[in-house]
Nanobody, 120 residues
Framework: QVQLVESGGGLVRPGGSLRLSCAAS????????MGWFRQAPGKEREFVAR????????YYADSVKGRFTISRDNAKNTVYLDMNSLKPEDTAVYYC?????????????WGQGTQVTVSS
């Protein structure tokens, strides 16, 4: 059974940066695409970014392109999301998941997520 533990969230001012981490277990991590998603208050969960199994290709939602960078360390079974130039509209609970599908409705289970709040 896959377990996903997100961390690294917090309160940051607009224009600031954060690095999120997601540690995965119970899965052969190096063979899976990994994705980041987020859910803002009162909104549906949405796709943020994904990375291929070996980290060669990445794909981003238009809303974060050029500001966020997804990366992974297969030796540590961990995927990262570096977030720069943060905006108040980036405020959300951030989740990771295994697989490359950008539709969050296709995933059966999630970790607890990590809260990111962008506010002055």
């Amino acid at each position: 059974q896959v377990q996903l533990v997100e961390s690294g969230g917090g309160l940051v001012r607009p224009g600031g940066s954060l690095r999120l981490s997601c540690a995965a277990s119970g899965v052969t991590f190096s063979t899976y695409f990994m994705g980041w998603f987020r859910q803002a208050p009162g909104k549906e969960r949405e796709f943020v970014a994904r990375i291929s199994a070996r980290g060669i290709t990445t794909y981003y939602a238009d809303s974060v392109k050029g500001r966020f960078t997804i990366s992974r360390d297969n030796a540590k079974n961990t995927v990262y999301l570096d977030m720069n130039s943060l905006k108040p509209e980036d405020t959300a609970v951030y989740y990771c998941n295994t697989g490359g599908n950008v539709d969050p409705r296709t995933y059966a289970s999630w970790g607890q997520g990590t809260q990111v709040t962008v506010s002055s």
